[in-house]
């Protein structure tokens, strides 16, 4: 008898909602202080400049605002773990929107502060069952929410890598929801229960095809720290280079996540 389906994992509406609000004030607080050499600066993201980059970040919020202003679908035809397999069909429009937004707002400060404004708003005045036409099907609004934590962490991540010095706290709720996700889409894309990936303290998930562990010490161990793994599902980080640098421990035949990884595409 095959296993029983996992339920899907829950999200607290009220704590994902302050973790988005955290994560972009911490974003907020250190655009303010950018000078116009650093906004100019290029980023791992192709040919990206930082003031595109922060740009960008906006539109975590403001694309709750625009799906909102699209009809309803009538159903739900989307889950929450479809979105990070359909973002990269996006990436090209994606691009030309944060450049277009980076030459239409020279002060960033004041791009994200509406988009703060307009997010809260909208939250206030929509139920979370409200569904969104996504680019992963109509998803309830609560769900959509939980995808701007990894928008956020990932783009962190990003500016902080651009900007030597930066250092962008973390707000811990948003990594926490942005490490689950991932981690629970890694068990999608390769189902099953021959290896454990662990990302303490926030989450662990069996996956791969193979011998099911049942007791004991699992016999395929992949294990890291969250800010790692949000690299390696958001292809920021190459598995090779990980385990080079001690950054992933990974101990069994089936432990080999190099094939599966980015998520994010």
Request: proline share 9%; net charge neutral; glycine share 8%.
């Amino acid at each position: 008898m095959p296993p029983a389906r996992k339920r899907p994992r829950a999200y607290d509406p009220v704590r994902t909602r302050a973790a988005v609000l955290a994560q972009f004030g911490n974003v907020r607080a250190a655009v303010r202080a950018l000078t116009p050499e650093q906004l100019a600066l290029s980023t791992r993201l192709g040919d990206w400049t930082v003031r595109d980059l922060v740009a960008h970040v906006g539109t975590a919020l403001t694309a709750v605002d625009r799906l909102l202003g699209e009809p309803e679908p009538v159903r739900q035809d989307g889950r929450l773990l479809d979105w990070p397999f359909a973002i990269g069909a996006d990436a090209d429009a994606i691009a030309a929107t944060a450049r277009r937004l980076a030459a239409g707002h020279p002060d960033p400060d004041a791009h994200l502060a509406e988009a703060e404004r307009r997010f809260t708003e909208r939250l206030d005045t929509h139920p979370g069952g409200r569904l969104l036409p996504t680019s992963a099907g109509a998803l309830p609004l609560a769900d959509y929410v939980v995808t701007r934590t990894v928008e956020l962490v990932v783009h962190t991540d990003d500016l902080n890598a651009a900007v030597p010095g930066l250092d962008i706290p973390y707000d811990r709720q948003a990594l926490a929801a942005a490490t689950r996700l991932l981690a629970d889409a890694l068990a999608v894309k390769a189902p099953g229960g021959s290896t454990e990936v662990r990302i303490p303290p926030y989450a662990v998930v069996q996956c791969v095809e193979g011998p099911r562990h049942t007791r004991g010490t699992p016999p395929n161990v992949v294990e890291t720290d969250p800010l790692t793994w949000v690299r390696l599902a958001a292809g920021r980080l190459a598995w090779k280079d990980a385990l080079a640098g001690a950054k992933v421990s990974a101990s069994g035949e089936r432990a080999d996540l190099g094939a599966l990884l980015p998520l994010l595409s």
